[in-house]
T-cell receptor, first 117, second 110 residues
Framework: GAVVSQHPSWVICKSGTSVKIECRSL??????MFWYRQFPKQSLMLMAT?????????EQGVEKDKFLINHASLTLSTLTVTSAHPEDSSFYIC?????????????FGPGTRLTVT | EDQVTQSPEALRLQEGESSSLNCSYT??????LFWYRQDPGKGPEFLFT???AGEEKEKERLKATLTKKESFLHITAPKPEDSATYLC???????????FGEGTQLTVNP
């Protein structure tokens, strides 16, 4: 149980284009989903928290107009990197929380490697 | 502010050589402590949740324990496939935002 998928697993795009990454909870409903970014040999950096049906909450320093997050259903959240630049190249990982009152566990997707050329 | 510190930063073991990883935490109120395993190029894999001091959980060669100030991940007779980065994390006051340690990179040599 508690499986989270991401698509695509890797993507290469040209500078100036937009890229959409999908995150799905496969066997549970996720009221809250999270998007992280990870640089090589560093820990995960939280970018934003999204709750189904409401606007995402972005961490300080994360541009909300650049990283568009949509959490349209209890099993799907999407991250769109708009007008991507080489500095946006990174490993993006989502996680999902089942959302019960006592369970704060987060289950992570396999990640998406974005390379902007 | 919640703080999580992991040690050592890196650990090299020979196959079969047991050891422990440490996770020290400072939180306003513990709402669980999570251990994850992360392989290169992959997302973290959930291992354990511990909620109260004295609690222990086991999975294959791994055993996680918890005190009021720290958690240990004991690895018994490790195998090369146990090589990975092990992360611990605690949820914040709102229950959602996780504070991660920097991780321990474990290498088990055959």
């Amino acid at each position: 149980g508690a499986v989270v998928s991401q698509h695509p697993s890797w993507v290469i795009c040209k500078s100036g284009t937009s890229v959409k990454i999908e995150c799905r909870s496969l066997d549970f409903q996720a009221t809250t989903m999270f998007w992280y970014r990870q640089f090589p040999k560093q820990s995960l950096m939280l970018m934003a928290t999204s709750n189904e049906g409401s606007k995402a909450t972005y961490e300080q320093g994360v541009e909300k107009d650049k990283f568009l997050i949509n959490h349209a259903s209890l099993t799907l959240s999407t991250l769109t990197v708009t007008s991507a630049h080489p500095e946006d190249s990174s490993f993006y990982i989502c996680s999902a929380n089942p959302g019960t009152s006592v369970n704060y566990e987060q289950y992570f997707g396999p990640g998406t490697r974005l390379t902007v050329t | 502010e919640d703080q999580v510190t992991q040690s050592p930063e890196a650990l090299r073991l020979q196959e079969g050589e047991s050891s422990s990883l440490n996770c020290s935490y400072t939180v306003s109120g513990l709402r669980g402590l999570f251990w994850y395993r992360q392989d290169p190029g992959k997302g973290p894999e959930f291992l354990f949740t511990l909620y109260s001091a004295g609690e222990e959980k086991e999975k294959e060669r791994l055993k996680a324990t918890l005190t009021k100030k720290e958690s240990f991940l004991h690895i018994t007779a490790p195998k090369p496939e146990d090589s990975a980065t092990y992360l611990c994390a605690v949820p914040g006051a709102s229950g959602s935002r996780l504070t991660f340690g920097e991780g321990t990179q474990l290498t088990v040599n055959p």
